[in-house]
């Protein structure tokens, strides 16, 4: 598919289309990008794009003006890629893990850890600075893997939900980075652009905004509330901006549950971006043990965490509003009988879980009060109530993951700075213990039917695999997969768990808790193709009914038109 890129210069304070021009780049029709970096000198993108077979994200390398599409072979589950200094390596997340590789070939080198990555930036000086997960400070690490430590921790403020987007400046010391909440609240004053540096010791606002942003050495690009592509001159010799803000673009690709926006700038003032958020879309479809499509639930758009009510009419999922910049939960009919929206507070609310007799919903909301568990009747007659606050200042994050069967207990997973572990919340009292006390992370907790049972992943192994312990006392382990393994489901009668492979293959393991408990043999059943993950709260990819003949996915699905990248070459600054 040959792409039509439209180019006008900009200027700063505002655009003036001086001069307009038009090329071609060439991409392949199935592909639709989504994030995307440009080398320092403007001469290559790299881009994650879905693998076709399979659906994972993976990176792709193009030379700006060729045709040809390079694919960097091990780099299936990617996202967030950035560029070393020099142009010959990219680093990236996948896994959990950060990694870097050359763009020439051979194996990705893993540099450290990275549960649910917020970008990162290579600097001049061999110093790598990046978010490992979604409320963490930053993290500090040499481009050899060598001296991991803290880079942010030190600058924190209670207020501060998460530390994201990094932008090292060309003197490889200063960097920039995003700093704020998710409370999408009007008039907010202290989330925006930040500047410090490798000492750690400095913090000054640059700029107010709830967006990633991109530097080229002259300006800084973002998107505003309204989604618009704005543009800034700033200086980092004085550390200020200069001109008013200059709007580049009425609309660019924007992802609320992130903040990150479809934009990358070279140094020398090439740009790039996307009107969409590329590979995002998704539709809950119906898929047999074969892998055949039975039929689709609701239409297609940015969906999340689809989890079936206990008798199988309804499903909850999070769904974004781009308009609105938020993510609420909605509840719809399997059936096809339409849908309703279930939470409505302007912050996020997400990961709905339902409980045994399928009378509430407990999920996480983020707002100006920080992270809490919140518990609502299915049928919005009634008003939530907050069972655990996590305050602004730890910031953690907590999320349900299974519902006991007794009603009595959420088990839940808190993400903490040094990793994510499942608490114990009792519905009626709100305070978390600890379930597990195993060395890797762990998420996906899931109560058998019959509530004896707790299927689990964790890395502890190095690796993510799926695990059954026992309930309440969580007295042995029986490790689950074979190869890896994540996002544990048990079928109703409890004698078969599924997974999902690292490969993207939904696996069937039988298992007996007759005695003592055993499992069978894991057996592949189907590519389960589900939609990249977005957020670190995608924590639900499909779910099964209660008899283990249907899955509900949460399928990927292409866009009908793949919005053309918009190019801008050299863009010169002034007034």
Request: proline letters at 6%.
């Amino acid at each position: 598919m040959v792409v039509v890129a439209s180019v006008t210069w900009w200027v700063a304070r505002r655009p003036v289309p001086t001069t307009r021009m038009q090329f071609a780049l060439d991409f392949p029709e199935e592909m639709s990008i989504s994030h995307m970096a440009l080398s320092r000198d403007g001469s290559m993108l790299v881009f994650v794009s879905p693998e076709e077979n399979s659906a994972l994200p993976m990176l792709f390398v193009q030379r700006i003006g060729s045709p040809d599409v390079t694919p960097l072979p091990g780099t299936q589950g990617a996202s967030y890629p950035f560029w070393s200094p020099d142009n010959t390596a990219v680093a990236f997340f996948a896994n959990g893990k950060l990694l870097k590789m050359s763009i020439s070939g051979g194996s990705p080198q893993v540099l450290g850890t990275a549960f649910a990555a917020r970008g990162g930036s290579w600097g001049s000086k061999g110093v790598i600075i990046y978010s490992p997960d979604a409320q963490s400070p930053l993290q500090r690490v040499n481009a050899d893997g060598t001296g991991m430590a803290p880079a942010t921790q030190s600058i924190r403020l209670a207020q501060d939900q998460s530390h994201r987007w990094p932008v090292f400046l060309p003197d490889g010391t200063h960097f920039l980075f995003w700093a704020g909440n998710f409370a999408n609240l009007k008039g907010d004053r202290t989330s925006g652009i930040y500047l410090s540096s490798l000492e750690g010791k400095e913090r000054k606002l640059i700029a107010l905004c709830h967006s990633s942003f991109a530097y080229d050495s002259h300006n800084l690009y973002y998107a505003d509330d309204q989604r618009q592509l704005v543009g800034v001159a700033f200086d980092p010799s004085s550390d200020t901006v200069s001109g008013g803000v200059g709007v580049i673009a009425n609309l660019v690709g924007f992802q609320p549950a992130t903040y990150w926006t479809a934009l990358t700038v070279a140094q020398n003032g090439t740009f790039i971006y996307n009107t969409s958020v590329g590979a995002a879309q998704s539709v809950l479809t119906w898929i047999d043990r074969s892998g055949k499509e039975l039929g689709r639930v609701g239409h297609s758009a940015v969906t999340s965490n689809p989890t079936l009510s206990p008798e199988g009419g309804r499903v909850a999922a999070d769904i974004s509003d781009l308009k609105a910049n938020n993510v609420d939960i909605w509840i719809e009919s399997t059936s096809g009988g339409g849908n309703s929206r279930f939470t409505f507070d302007p912050a996020e609310e997400v990961v709905g879980v339902w409980s045994r007799d399928g009378s509430m919903l407990a999920y996480r909301l983020a707002d100006s009060e920080g992270t809490s568990l919140e518990i609502k009747t299915a049928t919005g007659l009634e008003r939530e109530r907050k069972r655990y606050t996590l305050p602004n200042a730890t910031m953690d994050d907590i999320e349900p993951n299974s519902w006991s069967s007794d009603g009595q207990y959420l088990l839940c997973m808190r993400q903490t700075a040094s990793g994510a572990y499942l608490v114990l919340v009792p519905v009626a009292s709100g305070e978390p213990t600890r379930f597990l006390n195993g060395k890797g992370s762990e998420t996906n907790g899931q109560f058998s039917l019959d509530g004896k049972w707790v299927a689990y992943a964790s890395d502890e192994s190095g690796n993510w695999e799926v695990y059954v312990t026992s309930f309440p006392g969580a007295a042995g382990k029986w490790q689950v997969s074979r190869g890896g393994g994540t996002e544990p489901r048990w079928r109703g009668d409890g004698k078969e768990i599924f997974y999902i492979a690292p490969n993207g293959m939904l696996t069937a393991v039988p298992v007996s808790s007759e005695g003592t408990f055993s499992t069978g043999t894991p057996a592949p059943l189907f590519q389960i193709r589900g939609r990249a993950p977005i957020s670190r709260t995608d924590v639900f990819t499909y779910d099964v009914t209660k008899d283990g003949k249907r899955f509900l996915v949460n399928r990927y699905v292409a866009p009908e038109h793949i919005a053309p990248l918009t190019i801008l070459l050299n863009t010169p600054t002034g007034n």
